[in-house]
């Protein structure tokens, strides 16, 4: 029966081409938060450092994704730090912006 060909196929290979991306950044950082001396290995989700809203051509770039744990990612996503830089080869900044310093970490 042919009901509903091409239209599942396209969903699985989105969600397949999603996973390996996401594999594909972890495994270049060794399946570990990328924020220095965090050493989480739990919980990882992959980051974009320039938002994909700002920059969504930038998606798929690998030198625009790092794995953070989950804690270091709401920090981010709240503004508390700050990641720029490229990815991961090195030269990733992570600060906490001057505007954060006054509010409590959680
Ligand atoms: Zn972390």
């Not at 081409?17 to 989480?40: E, H, M, N, S, T």
Request: hydrophobic fraction near 35%; include cysteine.
């Amino acid at each position: 029966m042919r009901v509903g060909v091409g239209v599942a196929p396209r969903i699985r290979g989105r969600a397949r081409r999603d996973r390996l991306f996401r594999q594909d950044v972890l495994q270049r950082y060794g399946w570990i938060c990328a924020v220095p001396g965090c050493g989480c290995r739990v919980n990882l989700e992959v980051d974009h450092i320039v938002p994909r809203s700002r920059a969504p051509e930038r998606r798929w770039d690998p030198d625009n994704v790092v794995p953070l744990c989950r804690g270091h990612h709401r920090l981010k996503t709240d503004g508390i730090i700050k990641i720029s830089g490229k990815a991961p080869d090195g030269t990733l900044i992570v600060e906490r912006p001057r505007e954060s310093r006054d509010r409590a970490l959680v």
